[in-house]
């Protein structure tokens, strides 16, 4: 047997318990050897160069990394620092830590789609109660959202009469107010899995009963769809927008046509590998061996 060509690393923590990375430890790839990396344990040492290891002292060879979880145990700020550092290098980080960065934020996600082209909900980020206010009446019905959460989580509707001691907490909770329209739906959303330049599976999100946000983690429940060519390619360029190798990215489809929503960048897949039968897991290792390949 002859030694694969590409060493694919899955920067991961714990994977025994995170599915999704085991699912790309597990992947089979004829050219591709991938081992599991916890940067929590990643070393350098700097003098004549710089030199990386880990903390077994083992040598870091790495052609691509495939970024999935960082260590809790460790600073995040330093793992991504040690990321940057690395694709400097040359390594390839997929997905970037630049469409990283970007995708993290609601704030950074939205601006970019809208600078794009791509049509976003309308959206205001604001440091001031009153200014919040008054676009929550001009939106009618509005969703708050921390810019940094996910899974639905502090992820909040307010009527047009919102309290402002309400905004007034939220300010002081996340720094600052994102506050954006709320687009009328029948309480379904669409995940659509982008990776490369195509969507590789898609799934209509319905939410829990009772619950307005069909996010999986609060009880929503994932169906197989297809989705028009028009919705997968504004999918597949909201993923381009934020130089995303792979995303999930949030649709809803509105009166005026799909509207997006949001991009992750380390998104799960669980649900949408039950409902449709799709290999995530390998189509990012064969997209990360097709990059490598043009390199
Ligand atoms: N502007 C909106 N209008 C209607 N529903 C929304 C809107 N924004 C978010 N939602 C609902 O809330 C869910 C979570 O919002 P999202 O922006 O994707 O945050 P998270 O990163 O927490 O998933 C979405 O999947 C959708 O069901
Ligand atoms: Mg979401």
Redesign the pocket.
Known sequence: MTAAEYRVVVVAHDPERDRTSAQLLAARHPRAAIRCLDTGTLRLEAGAGVAWSTTGSEPLEADALIVRRFSPLASAQAQFELLELLERQGTLVVNSTRALSLSES?LQTTAALAQAGIPV?PTLVTHDVDDARAAVSEFGR??L?PLY???????E?VEEDVDPELLAERLEAHGVLYV??????DGT?VRAFVVGNRVVAAMR?V?APGE????IH?G?VGQPVELPPATEQLAVRAAEALGLDYSGV?L?EGPAGP?V??C?GTPGWLELKSATGCDIAAAIVEHVVDRLDRR
């Open positions: 609601k909900p509005a969703v959202k959460g996910e899974l639905g989580e502090g992820v509707r954006q329209q709320y687009l009328p739906n959303d999100r939410a307005w946000r069909s996010n609060q929503g949030d809803i509207v929503v949001e992750n």
